[in-house]
């Protein structure tokens, strides 16, 4: 069974601090993992792939199978990143996309 | 650019009443999903279709209904409104194979059951 874990509902960080929005997953074959994200009154959208291995609004996130976690990090926070951040996962084939419960960002000024 | 158009934006029921969520998109994707956001509880799969004619359950299918006759709509059918379906409701849309985990969200319908 595919799962996702986000273990915190709320993050809270001042501006200017490093952030690492946490992810870990259950699944037994080779995932494809992203995070999505929400801002206030804005469709949910998508933030970065694993496969991509790209920086998106200076976030990069490292899929370590080891660990079984894919964390999402940025440096400096900025107070334009507070927002619903999603983790999903996706197996094999046409399994659907299963999210996590969402960690809500707030970047404190 | 329309992309994923969801209607109506907000709907109260009562118990016992039946209505659709509509859900449109115009980007030729092949494959769409229903999805409820609650608090605490993230986005639930209520259910998806891989193209159409091809729809399957997700995680909580029971009390709704989907079918997908044309690419561009994936209706959502509530048969008999309970509280428990107080939520807020969103579609999204991808193209197939391997893209088909880069989805496209519509605006989300909020709706409450009394």
């Known amino acids: 069974a595919q799962r996702v874990t986000q273990p915190e509902k709320l993050l809270s960080v001042f501006k200017g601090a490093p952030v690492e929005l946490k992810c870990n997953y259950s699944?037994?074959?080779?995932?494809?993992l992203f995070w999505y994200v929400q801002y206030s009154r804005q469709r949910l959208q998508l933030l970065l792939r694993?496969?991509s291995r790209e920086s998106i609004k200076g976030f990069t996130a490292d899929l370590n199978k080891g660990e079984t976690s894919f964390h999402l990090k940025k440096p400096f926070a900025q107070e334009e990143d507070s927002a619903m951040y999603y983790c999903?996962?996706?197996?094999?084939?046409?399994?659907?996309?299963?999210f996590g419960k969402g960690t809500r960002l707030s970047v404190i000024a | 650019n329309a992309g994923v158009t969801q209607t109506p934006k907000f709907q109260v029921l009562k118990t016992g009443q039946s209505m659709t969520l509509q859900c449109a998109q115009d980007?030729?994707?092949?494959?769409m999903s229903w999805y409820r956001q609650d608090p605490g509880m993230g986005l639930r799969l209520i259910h998806y279709?891989?193209?159409?004619?091809?729809?399957d359950q997700g995680e909580v299918p029971n009390g709704y209904n989907v079918s997908r006759s044309t690419t561009e709509d994936f209706p959502l059918r509530l048969l008999s409104a309970a509280p428990s379906q107080t939520s807020v409701y969103f579609c999204?849309?991808?193209?197939?194979?391997?893209?088909?985990?880069?989805?496209?969200f519509g605006a989300g319908t909020r709706l409450s059951v009394l």
């Open positions: 999204a849309s991808s193209r197939g194979g391997r893209n088909k985990n880069i989805q496209y």
């Open positions: 279709s891989v193209g159409a004619g091809i729809t």
């Open positions: 699944y037994s074959g080779s995932p494809e």
């Open positions: 694993h496969i």
């Open positions: 980007m030729n994707h092949e494959y």
């Open positions: 999903a996962l996706s197996g094999q084939g046409n399994t659907p996309l299963v």
